[in-house]
């Protein structure tokens, strides 16, 4: 079955470390996005990317850092830079922006601090 | 975007229709209605989107008025899996260069037993 994938599903990160988080989907997308949920409130949009080996900051990427190597994988790096990574990541992707199609989202990855 | 405001929480029966409303006053005529929904801890999950004809699939039914400044979004037989957090949002072809999904606070819906 066509979908996307996020793992890992719980991350514990320790203070002044990099963690990585991965998202892949195959079901041909072209654009890919990260959103960042906090408890009780709607997405906030990191970073996004429209085609392999481009990529755009959101309204939120300082401390996080992303690459598109792939088609087919976005993964978002969560630095030593965010001082508060505590959140619920969502990756989403969709056919292509601005033609009114819905994103589809993986099931996300909680972070947390050690 | 055009702002969308929802009950922020019903109840549903289980094997009921479960009926939510959207209010969305403010649409252009070049945004979409779309729903998606939240189960806990876990990703959103699309559910449907129109224009201004009523849509449906094999998850819901979508009717928007006839001015497109309401719409609800129909579950026909709501199980205990429908659960969840309901966001209805309004999308235009966006004017900026990216197409972000913002959620509002939406409807949390539970089916009970």
């Known amino acids: 079955d066509g979908g996307i994938t996020q793992s890992p599903k719980y991350l514990f990160r320790k203070e002044g470390q990099n963690v990585t988080l991965s998202c892949e989907q195959n079901l041909n997308h072209d654009a890919m996005y990260w959103y960042r949920q906090d408890p009780g409130q709607g997405l906030r949009l990191i970073y996004y990317s429209q085609i392999v080996n481009d990529f755009q900051k959101g309204d939120i990427a300082e401390g996080y850092s992303v690459s598109r190597e792939k088609k087919e994988s976005f993964p978002l790096t969560v630095t030593s830079a965010q001082k508060n990574p505590t959140a619920f990541y969502l990756c989403a992707s969709s056919i292509i922006t601005g033609f009114n199609q819905p994103q589809h989202f993986g099931d996300g990855t909680r972070l947390s601090i050690l | 975007d055009a702002k969308t405001t929802q009950p922020p929480s019903m109840d549903c029966a289980e094997g009921r229709a479960a009926n939510l409303p959207c209010n969305h006053s403010?649409?252009?005529?070049?945004?979409?209605v779309y729903w998606y929904r939240q189960i806990h801890s876990q990703g959103p999950q699309y559910i449907i989107h129109?224009?201004?004809n009523n849509e449906t699939n094999e998850m819901a039914s979508l009717i928007i008025t006839e001015d497109r400044k309401s719409s609800t979004l129909i579950l026909p037989h709501a199980t205990l899996r429908d659960t969840a957090v309901y966001y209805c949002i309004v999308r235009v072809y966006p004017q900026t260069s990216y197409d972000k999904v913002i959620f509002g606070p939406g409807t949390s819906l539970s089916v009970i037993p």
């Open positions: 403010t649409i252009s005529g070049n945004e979409y």
């Open positions: 129109g224009l201004k």
